[in-house]
């Protein structure tokens, strides 16, 4: 798997098939962050935010570092994101052991990408993490509306 650097792929997404994996009905090749923003998505209408572990668990990802695996689609979806002017979808994932956070690479990539300028656990982190989950889950449930009816 290549690492997701978000200076450099902000404007250039990654070419390759990133993590490319099968889905869990073993049909077709698609990749974790497709899969990922297509869960994201649907969770979006719920306005609740989701863990980490609950969204590897979601998709079906097998160990070793599922985790990891969840993250580094969550900075390539950030990249996607911040070049297309969206509220970043990967505000709906959080950290178990944060207290309602995301993982401190979150607010690194956010940073990386001009979005964030704080400490990661101060007051900034907590109040530019409500505004883009504020952001995020309206934006991207309006979308699921569109794109997942009833």
Known sequence: MRPVNCEKDIMAFI???FAATTNVDGKAHQTIARRL???LQKIAAQ???I???????????TPPHTIHQVT???EHLMAEDAAAGRPFIAAIAISKARGGLPAPGFFDCARRLGRFAGDEAGPEAWAFHAGEFNAAVSFWAATAA????G
């Open 37 to 39: 923003r297509q869960q």
């Open 146 to 149: 569109m794109r997942f009816p």
């Open 72 to 74: 580094e689609a969550l």
């Open 15 to 17: 070419a390759e098939d």
């Open 47 to 49: 306005r609740v935010p």
């Open 51 to 61: 863990t980490y572990r609950e969204l590897a668990n979601a998709l079906g990802l």
